[in-house]
């Protein structure tokens, strides 16, 4: 593990559990099995020499069972923006390569797959806000994702709670939303006001940085 590198920008996660995840507290989730769409924006970045600021991505996941259980397959889109090197430098992070044995959620992830499917490079159109708790993500022909507030069903207001994780693998503090996302790539997904999540996502090689 010779590479240093950092990103630092913000994430958006929508999976099939119920609001608020039960993997986000080692419980087993909520159908039985993990489909997942994950997207960012990188503010700041870098691979060893090779800058990555401005670039995002877009993982899709998916597993017939528990993620411990493994054989799940996996899916990264890279901004078709980035330079080959970075491309390669962003494939590397995106399965957990170059990094520390469990540090990150993309280690850990990749970990447990039986498939990686071949990375895509397209235009990737990413807006999320952290505050807000909203996010669209577009990848044309490919994935559509929608995140927005919870809405407490008896005051008609936006209800608001976040999930600490002071030694978290994927961020400290997020943000928890409701989502719908579609895919259309070499995994197909459909999730329909399912949990969401909202979070900075600042991590190297050996982890998350508080």
């Keep these: 593990m010779a590479v240093q590198w950092m990103i630092r920008g913000l994430e958006f996660n929508n999976c ?51 993620i411990c259980d493994g054989d799940g397959r996996e899916q990264a889109i890279i901004d078709e923006r980035a330079t080959d090197a970075q491309r390669e430098a962003l494939r590397r992070i995106l399965h957990g390569e170059d990094t520390a044995p469990g540090g ?15 990375t895509l490079y397209a235009p990737v159109e990413l807006e999320i806000d952290l505050d807000d708790r909203t996010a669209l993500l577009n990848v044309p022909g490919l994935v559509e994702s929608q995140g927005s507030p919870i809405i407490d069903p008896f005051s008609g207001v936006e209800h608001r709670a976040s999930i600490n994780l002071p030694k978290g693998f994927e961020y400290t503090v997020a943000e928890v939303g409701t989502a719908s996302s579609k895919s259309r790539a070499g995994i197909e997904l459909t999730l329909s006001d399912s949990h969401a999540h909202f979070n900075v996502l600042h991590m190297n090689q050996d982890g998350v940085i508080c």
């Design 16 to 66: 099939n559990c119920a609001w608020g995840c039960p993997c986000q507290f080692n419980s087993p989730s909520t159908y039985g099995n993990c489909e997942a769409v994950a997207a960012g924006h990188i503010e700041e970045g870098y691979y060893g020499d090779t800058r990555l600021d401005g670039l995002d991505w877009v993982l899709l996941l998916y597993w017939p069972g528990e």
């Design 104 to 118: 990150t959620h993309f280690f850990v992830y990749n970990s447990t797959m039986s498939d990686v499917l071949e």
